[in-house]
């Protein structure tokens, strides 16, 4: 069974920039999360979505980051002006269920440094 | 708020050694445990996951227990080998409908050869 897919895995810009990331969750899954993991730290939820729908973008700083999944199925992750601290691994991660007993696979992440 | 804190944040031991990582939580009405691997400039590889009606979980070498009263979980390593060397994470999901995961920091694990 294929994992899941994440591209590019690095990407370095200078700030005011913008970046794009992809995610293909593991076929089947119909939930969907983008983390944010800063250096030293555990991931930090960005965004959660539930086939093409968002059930949670609480810490989703909305005025430069937003996300979608088109078709319940592929999703990117923009940001849009990049800031200094907006460097970090990008995790995306799927689930089967939404139920709180399911269990997440998490892609390999896409790094992005902002000079 | 579920707030989760790892210690050590760094352990360093010799080849052969068995060894506990802990995690410790704030809010004890938890779905389950989940831990994590984390290898350096990768995504994070799902170890072990305990539901709330369990106690411990087992898979090789690695055996985690969960203790929902204390606010507690340990993951024991046992016959560690440089292999083993990683950051080890634990989560776990709110109690609030939105099925979001709560990470610790990770305690950087290195084993010696």
């Known amino acids: 069974e294929a994992g899941v897919a994440q591209s590019p895995r690095y990407k370095i810009i200078e700030k005011r920039q913008s970046v794009a990331f992809w995610c293909n969750p593991i076929s089947g899954h119909a939930t969907l999360y983008w983390y944010q993991q800063i250096l030293g730290q555990g991931p930090k939820l960005l965004i959660q979505f539930q086939n093409n729908g968002v059930v949670d973008d609480s810490q989703l700083p909305k005025d430069r980051f937003s996300a979608e999944r088109l078709k319940g199925v592929d999703s990117t992750l923009k940001i849009q002006p990049a800031k200094l601290e907006d460097s970090a691994v990008y995790l995306c991660?799927?689930?089967?269920?939404?139920?709180?007993?399911?269990?997440?696979?998490f892609g390999e992440g896409s790094r992005l440094t902002v000079l | 708020k579920q707030e989760v804190t790892q210690i050590p944040a760094a352990l360093s031991v010799p080849e052969g050694e068995n060894l506990v990582l802990n995690c410790s939580f704030t809010d004890s009405a938890i779905y389950n445990l989940q831990w994590f691997r984390q290898d350096p400039g990768k995504g994070l590889t799902s170890l072990l996951l305990i539901q709330s009606s369990q106690r411990e979980q087992t898979s090789g070498r690695l055996n985690a227990s969960l203790d929902k009263s204390s606010g507690r979980s340990t993951l024991y390593i046992a016959a560690s080998q440089p292999g083993d060397s990683a950051t080890y994470l634990c989560?776990?999901?709110?109690?609030?409908?939105?099925?979001?995961?709560?990470f610790g920091s990770g305690t950087q694990l290195t084993v010696l050869p």
């Open positions: 989560a776990l999901p709110s109690t609030g409908s939105a099925r979001q995961l709560t």
């Open positions: 991660a799927s689930s089967s269920t939404t139920a709180h007993t399911g269990e997440l696979f």
